[in-house]
């Protein structure tokens, strides 16, 4: 099977797995409109191409806080990878590391970070962070990827509560026996029951507030970026808390049903915080073109949740390369097509506004 596209995964992965599993991965909150409107938003968007710029030069790297990355495409965090393929996070780690661009590690991953570490030593990786009823346990996580060298935190806050997924509840979705959220070993099973998903029930704290920012920076000296930021105004209070960067996220559309999709709501953000953080974006990239796209609109990066995970239901660590380098060659040719050899040349000039 010749994979040509992000879109062939997903048929792969949608023939593949498990009906439960593949209705976990492809999810929406409620009746999915911000899910379905994340990938929809970026067909609206058209671009103003120039020519006659001598694109035989491509160079496609960038630097995320500092650290050069092959091209602006990183991993976002998603749970369970071993769901999707029987090594799960370790070849996430492995591709992402033979790519070299960033792959952030959730929380809920089905091997612990000590052994995404042992698996490629080499990657650069920052650790998705929720903030627990006790925050011992938040710290403990630290702790542990402070050590084995993550470069930053991201700090979810898009999830008080869990959104409500109906295939899921219809399913009565749940980790697998043979599976476990490895972080945890040892530390939360034996004190609490585990919830609709396999993971510690009743632990996300939904009283977290800005002040819990303070409370991570008070325990840590990694940078601190949060993802799921929508506003101008939480990103403005984002940038006077002092953290590093922003995730423009909904979460995949998992979350609050009827928000904005994220391609729709980076401008303000970007304008808002003025170059004083780096600002990202996940949810629905899907096409080298999107790459571009989001880098014009103000993106430092963009981040893939599900083409991650189709990746590894189609061949593991082989599968994850091949989606990362088919995003790699289509973002260099839309830079090409569209006049730019490098990515400092991607700008707002670039996006055809009458459009919007
Ligand atoms: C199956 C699945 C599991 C996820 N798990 C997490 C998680 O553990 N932590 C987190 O911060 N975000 C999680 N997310 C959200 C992703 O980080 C990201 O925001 C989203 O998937 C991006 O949209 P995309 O899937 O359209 O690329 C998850 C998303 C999916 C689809």
Redesign the pocket.
Known sequence: MTMVCLKDFEEYARQHLSKATWD????GADECCT?DD??QAYKRIRLRPRILRDVSMSDTRTTVLGTEISFPVGI?????HCLAWHEGELATARATESLNTCY?T???STCSVEEICAAAPNGFRWF?L?VYRDRNLSEQLVRRVEVLGYKAL?L?V??PYTGKRRDDIRNRFKLPPHLKVKNFEGVFEETTGLDEYGVPANTLDPSISWKDVHWLQSVTRLPIII??ILTKEDAELAVEHGVQGI?V??????QLDGGPA?IDCLSEIVDAVQGRVEVYL?????TGGDVLKALALGAKCV???????WGLAYKGEQGLREVLQILKDEFCLSMALSGCRNVAEINRNLIHFSKL
């Open positions: 976990y991965y492809a999810a899910r994340n990938l976002a965090p998603t749970a369970f952030i959730s929380t809920y998705q929720y991201v979810t898009d999830v993802k799921g995730i996220s909904n979460h995949g559309g998992r994220t996940d949810g629905g990239v899907r981040f893939i949740g599900r083409p991650a995970v």
